[in-house]
């Protein structure tokens, strides 16, 4: 505790990330394969806040909380990433 506020008062906000992954294997020859990959991180391009800005900051004369920027989302997490791959193995 921390004078009478209870520790983790401040909660971050929630995560919402899709990640999915689809892969076909094909064989070409007995020891010769390729596989087609498909990766998408975020596929449904939530946006997603990494952090608040925490620091409150106070004038010692007035008792004034002085960080205009406290309480407001500072941070993301990046947009949708899509990458297609082609694998040989032999």
Do not use: C
Not at 35 to 55: D, K, M, P
Not at 71 to 86: F, T
């Amino acid at each position: 505790m921390i004078g009478n506020q209870w520790t983790p008062s401040l909660y971050g906000p929630g995560v919402n990330n899709w990640d999915i992954s689809l892969m076909k294997n094909i064989r070409i020859k007995e020891r010769v394969t390729t596989q087609l990959r498909f990766e998408g991180y975020n596929v449904f391009n939530h946006t997603q806040f990494s952090s608040i800005n925490t620091a409150a900051t106070f004038d010692p004369s007035t008792g004034q909380q002085v960080n205009t920027a406290f309480g407001q989302l500072n941070g993301d997490w990046g947009p949708r990433i899509i990458q297609i791959a082609l694998r040989f193995t032999f």
